[in-house]
């Protein structure tokens, strides 16, 4: 479960926090308000710059964090520049972005 997003740099969203509650969450809102890259972000945390719908030159100051919960561990994975590092529970399980992506689909 998605619990947390924190974006910052990212076309529209700077300095943003998104906190999803238990249970089904919809995203609302006008036309080109940024819903699209809410679900980028998430996408981008999870399996990096494969997941990006544009050219990665374009995402190099962005900044984001997830929080989410499987199986009773909490993970927080955060993408800030070349920093790259997934916790789990508090402690670093992985750091640098293929060993990060490749934790992300295993724990998936």
Same mark, same amino acid.
């Given at each position: ?79 800030? %520049? /070349? *920093?790259? =590092?997934?916790?789990? @529970?508090? !402690?670093? +399980?992985?750091? %640098? /972005? *293929?060993? =990060?992506?490749?934790? @992300?689909? !295993?724990? +998936?």
């Amino acid at each position: 479960m998605i619990t947390r997003l924190y974006i910052d740099q990212m076309f529209r969203h700077f300095d943003r926090t998104f906190e999803f509650g238990k249970g089904l969450t919809g995203i609302i809102g006008k036309n080109e308000a940024g819903k699209s890259l809410i679900v980028e972000a998430i996408r981008f945390a999870l399996f990096g710059t494969a997941a990006l719908r544009g050219v990665a030159d374009d995402y190099k100051k962005t900044h984001v964090e997830l929080w989410f919960s499987v199986k009773g561990d909490d993970y927080n994975v955060i993408r800030k %520049g /070349t *920093k790259v =590092v997934l916790r789990r @529970n508090g !402690e670093d +399980l992985a750091s %640098g /972005t *293929k060993p =990060v992506n490749q934790a @992300n689909i !295993e724990i +998936l």
